[in-house]
């Protein structure tokens, strides 16, 4: 199997249908195998419900359906230890960043690279846009907490948050089953793990629109500083060995 689509799924049920059916879609259109795998992550709602009554529809739909809440970071790091493509691509429940970016990172594997990140941000990329931006108060936060996440683990990428983002099998499988984030910093553990061993990271430019039903709030944005002292306290004491 060539690819494989992680949607990490919290509370989804109004929104979920219509990006399963959008990747679907896409796929329909490509040359290659491909599996979607959504996992849940302890939701309250009818997520679960939604998801499995389209399987009938979607047979390469695959389902992990955790009824404890770990956050975002452990349910992505569960999609892709589950997973069984040669690349695993984690993209968000709200379709923010659209499925048809992978067109624009399937070269980048094939000229050899790891991992391939889109980024919304022109500092990174060429090409970057923000279609719907996020309120100006986030937007300020993010600024602002980027810089102190490269200062402590990742130089040189102005966005470490956007949540789409593809691995090559190795590599997904050494970087997540070292990975010791289940929150927010997520992003952050993977990318700096990835400067740790060495592997190549290319970069697209997305084309993002933002969703007002987000569920990051501002603790989100605390907990994500404080995730971030702790990947660079980990990664200096050889936790990540």
């Known amino acids: 199997m060539y690819l494989s689509i992680i949607i990490p799924a919290y509370n989804e049920e109004d929104r979920i249908a219509k990006t399963l059916r959008r990747v679907v879609a896409y796929l329909k259109e490509q040359p290659f195998d491909s599996e979607i795998l959504v996992v849940i992550d302890g939701a309250k ?21 955790r009824k404890e809440n770990r956050g975002k970071g452990y349910t992505v790091r569960e999609g892709m230890l589950a997973a069984h493509g040669d690349i695993r691509l984690f993209t968000d429940a709200d379709n923010s960043t659209d499925i048809a970016h992978f067109d624009k990172m399937k070269p980048l594997f094939e000229q050899g690279h790891d991992i391939v990140i889109c980024s919304r941000d022109k500092k990174d990329i060429e090409g970057a846009t923000q279609a719907v931006p996020q309120l100006f108060l986030k937007r300020q936060l993010g600024n602002m907490g980027n810089l102190f996440i490269q200062l ?48 190549k990271i290319g970069i697209v430019p997305a084309y993002w629109i933002n969703d007002p039903k987000s569920h990051v709030k501002l603790s989100g944005y605390l907990r994500v500083l404080w995730e971030t002292v702790q990947i660079w306290w980990w990664l200096r004491t050889g936790r990540y060995r």
């Open 45 to 65: 709602d009818n997520t679960a419900e939604v998801v499995n009554g389209l399987r009938a529809e979607m047979p390469n739909l695959r389902v992990i359906d």
């Open 152 to 199: 402590f683990a990742v130089r040189g990428i102005w966005d470490t948050q956007c949540g789409f983002k593809a691995f090559t099998t190795e590599v997904a499988e050494r970087i997540f089953s070292r990975a010791k984030i289940d929150r927010w910093g997520f992003d952050i553990e993977a990318l700096a793990l990835a400067r740790k061993f060495g592997y």
